[in-house]
T-cell receptor, first 113, second 117 residues
Framework: NAGVTQTPKFQVLKTGQSMTLQCAQD?????MYWYRQDPGMGLRLIYY???????DKGEVPNGYNVSRLNKREFSLRLESAAPSQTSVYFC????????????FGSGTRLTVV | GQQLNQSPQSMFIQEGEDVSMNCTSS?????WLWYKQDPGEGPVLLIA?????ELTSNGRLTAQFGITRKDSFLNISASIPSDVGIYFC?????????????????FGQGTTLQVKP
């Protein structure tokens, strides 16, 4: 019963490099989300996918792209990393029907130098 | 966009003390949730509140959904060292039920709790 799995756990990038953060859930949840966490700013929504085949921008989408590959997987791509994207990234999922909140992954700590 | 103001930002208390924190918003929410984040981990749901005025407990934790629907409170009684972490409030605008529920949450900035044994 893994819940939400994120890879990698840690990553260091040079400015301008690209990478994809992977997320998979095994709870048959419809909706998936990507948040970033910065000190003193809480969690801010980057992109979300209400259901398979749909994606929408959140509060801070600039510099990111997403792919909802199937119901289980939702990836976040940084095309040209910038130091301002240094953060901890969390993937989360939630079920349809009654809203019981999110199940979060354990996060990816990204440093862009 | 919507913002949640969570206070206090940090607390340093003695083991055994009670703790109170709150969250306020300029917007009305239909659901309030409280999460705890341990170091190096993702947030974990503690309590979900679905109705204005609702008071819900989970062990030593008690949370309330404010009557105005613009605020929520979390109390921790008789704190212990494992209560250390960051506590987040979150508000949900959508309906509690239904296929139109995208589930987007707005989070507060977090309250960092430290407990001295």
């Amino acid at each position: 019963n893994a819940g939400v799995t994120q890879t990698p756990k840690f990553q260091v990038l040079k400015t301008g490099q690209s990478m994809t953060l992977q997320c998979a859930q095994d709870m048959n949840h419809n909706s998936m989300y990507w948040y970033r966490q910065d000190p003193g700013m809480g969690l801010r929504l980057i992109y979300y996918s209400a259901s398979e085949g749909t994606t929408d921008k959140g509060e801070v989408p600039n510099g990111y792209n997403v792919s909802r590959l199937n119901k289980r997987e939702f990836s976040l791509r940084l095309e040209s990393a910038a130091p301002s994207q240094t953060s901890v990234y969390f993937c989360a999922s939630s079920e349809a029907g009654r809203f019981y909140g999110y199940t979060f992954g354990s996060g990816t700590r990204l440093t862009v130098v | 966009g919507q913002q949640l103001n969570q206070s206090p930002q940090s607390m340093f208390i003695q083991e055994g003390e009670d703790v109170s924190m709150n969250c306020t918003s300029s917007s009305i929410f239909n659901t309030w949730l409280w999460y705890k984040q341990d170091p190096g981990e993702g947030p974990v749901l503690l309590i979900a509140l679905y109705k204005a005025g609702e008071l819900t407990s989970n062990g030593r934790l008690t949370a309330q959904f404010g009557i105005t629907r613009k605020d929520s409170f979390l109390n921790i009684s008789a704190s212990i060292p494992s209560d250390v972490g960051i506590y987040f409030c979150a508000g949900h605008l959508g309906p509690p039920y239904g296929s139109g529920n995208t589930g987007k949450l707005i989070f507060g900035q977090g309250t960092t709790l430290q407990v001295k044994p």
